[in-house]
């Protein structure tokens, strides 16, 4: 492929995002979810009979709304379209099966970004202030991407019913907040916790926010960072290549 | 004429059966070809490898000149796609589809727009351009869906059954842009199950069962094949039998249909003589008699053991 066929599969990526927002995200009770999600995470947090203090409690907080947001359409975009044959006009028209994961996961990062912003604005407003701006900028960048990525590559089960994806998703997010550091520092976490934290991506999302906001993490900066983006590079890889695998049986 | 598809020993298995077996073919530029098969005789896999949906195990294919395994994005660049069911997104308006698919073959946006509300125009959608897809007939969505297929102005257009269940006006309107485009040098790929579709629309006639191409050629030259039966059609006054009917030389077979006989021989000529004698002798008035030329439903019948579709 060369540049210009490359630049034009990323204009056509963006064209299936837009569609993706338009059909699958910008509609009033998946809106109306993701603004409620960061307020309950917030006041179930801030209820809790335990105090803990709010720039320890922000990245977690960020770190939940931007995963469960994140992966929570990307996973049934694929099965959906399977079942609707629209899937079959997409692969029928000139835009590449890399395009159309791109397009998909942009969709979704753009969601997940929006509502975690949400989730910043009310921490902000609780106080939580932020001492490294574009630290946590970036990190919510390649968070999303990451996340969206960890979505589409649980749509990868030629399935055409939604539900069986939910289920695998379920079954997998789930367990990645227990071992993320989440809920307290992975420097904290019991030894066999401290070995599964490195294989999470929401590890290393949760402490570069944490760093953002503290100052201090378990790990460096640059670590984290570096982490996330090869994260992001190995799941985008693993959905494009089983993708190509599983696209034709959806059809 | 140069091709526009050029299909060579194509083959695709699925496990352990073989749903195409090295077909070879072209349709010239400018063509109309029917593609006809019973159901299960890889038609539908046959038009997804040609359109690029699918790739086959084997063999070659060049869409107006672009190899579709190695190029396919220049390939389906030149093609537009009408599937049997309707594929358009049932969430998105009619006119936001168009401006997707516009999007998506990389057109101008002033382009896609002037496009649109021509075709929407043309098939009789303008009214409804800003209703979901969901709330439209099944009428209005195959027009819809061949609206989006021609947005881009393609050279080569595959049609999956495009007036299967449709009511008569839309079907009738959807037929008539067909032979508006080809006329305009559009090439058509048109697989259907309508005999006088095919007939009345196709330069060219392929039909396939079991997964191998077993007879190509115009629907007139494919009439001739079988022209050796010979049909009539017979009408009494009278109430007569079988049998009576069955004592005339050179019979192949007889059928009652109403207050008609088919009967079918091996000499048109002889056919009718017999008729007549057998008329005078028993004492029977012919109200109507025709000889019948074979249709393309024969020639389906015949070349695919008798499996309708």
């Not at chain 1, 066929?5 to 299936?16: L, M, T, Y």
């Not at chain 2, 098939?123 to 869906?145: D, I, N, P, Y």
């Not at chain 2, 005999?195 to 009439?223: F, T, W, Y």
């Not at chain 2, 030389?249 to 003589?273: C, F, M, T, V, Y």
Request: glycine letters at 8%; hydrophobic letters at 45%; a neutral charge.
């Amino acid at each position: 492929m060369n540049s210009r066929i490359i630049g034009e599969q990323v204009v056509r990526a963006w064209a299936v995002a837009k569609k993706d927002i338009r059909i699958y995200y910008y509609k009033p009770p998946v809106l109306i979810s993701g603004i409620l999600m960061p307020v309950f995470l917030y006041l179930a947090f801030l209820m809790g009979s335990k105090p803990v203090p709010m720039s320890f409690l922000i990245s977690g907080l960020l770190g939940m709304t931007l995963f469960f947001t994140s992966t929570a359409v990307s996973p049934v975009v694929f099965p959906w379209e399977g079942q609707a044959k629209t899937l079959e006009r997409l692969v029928s028209c000139p835009i590449a099966p890399e395009a159309i994961i791109l397009g998909d996961m942009i969709a979704s990062s753009v969601f997940g970004i929006a509502v975690t912003v949400v989730a910043l604005i009310i921490g902000l407003m609780l106080g939580a202030s932020v001492l490294n701006w574009v630290v946590l900028i970036c990190a919510i960048l390649l968070g999303a991407l990451c996340f969206s990525a960890i979505g589409i590559l649980l749509s990868v089960p030629p399935t055409a019913i939604p539900q069986n994806i939910m289920l695998l998703s379920t079954l997998v997010k789930f367990p990645l907040i227990f071992i993320s550091g989440i809920f307290m520092p992975v420097d904290q976490l019991p030894p066999l916790g401290q070995t599964l934290a490195l294989i999470s991506p929401l590890t290393y999302f949760t402490d570069v926010v944490r760093i953002s906001y503290t100052g201090g993490g378990s790990f460096p900066i640059g670590f984290d960072l570096g982490m996330l983006l090869a994260f992001t590079v190995i799941l985008i890889l693993a959905s494009v290549v089983l993708h190509k695998k599983t696209m034709p049986l959806r059809i | 004429m140069s091709d526009a598809i050029l299909v060579k020993d194509l083959t695709k298995h699925f496990g352990s059966i073989t749903a195409v077996d090295q077909i070879s073919f072209s349709v010239k530029k400018g063509e109309i070809f029917g593609f006809l098969g019973p159901n299960g005789a890889g038609k539908t896999t046959t038009t997804r490898m040609i359109t690029g949906i699918i790739k086959p195990d084997a063999g070659e294919i060049q869409i107006l000149g672009y190899n579709m395994v190695t190029a396919p994005l220049l390939a389906k660049q030149k093609c537009g796609v009408v599937p049997e069911t309707s594929n358009a997104y049932p969430d998105l308006t009619a006119w936001q589809n168009l401006m997707f698919m516009g999007e998506i073959f990389g057109l101008p946006d002033a382009y896609a727009r002037r496009q649109s509300e021509t075709l929407l125009r043309a098939f009789e959608l303008t009214e409804h351009a800003g209703r979901k897809v969901q709330s439209f007939s099944k009428g209005m969505k195959q027009r819809l869906v061949l609206a989006m297929a021609l947005l881009h102005e393609p050279e080569l257009l595959f049609l999956d059954e495009p007036t299967s269940g449709l009511d008569v006006s839309s079907s009738r309107l959807i037929l008539s842009m067909l032979r508006e485009m080809n006329k305009r040098g559009v090439t058509i790929f048109l697989t259907t199950h309508n005999m006088d579709e095919a007939n009345n629309l196709c330069h060219q006639v392929g039909i396939i069962r079991s997964g191998k191409l077993i007879a190509i050629d115009s629907p007139e030259k494919l009439k001739n094949t079988i022209d050796r039966l010979h049909q009539v059609e017979v009408s009494f006054e009278q109430e007569i039998s079988e049998d009576l009917l069955r004592i005339m030389p050179g019979i192949i077979q007889i059928s009652h249909i109403g207050d008609k006989w088919k009967i079918s021989g091996e000499n048109k000529d002889a056919l009718i003589r017999s008729l007549v004698r057998l008329s005078e002798r028993e004492g029977l008035t012919i109200i109507s008699l025709h000889t019948l030329a074979p249709t393309l439903d024969d020639v389906f019948l015949q070349l695919t053991g008798g499996q309708y579709s």
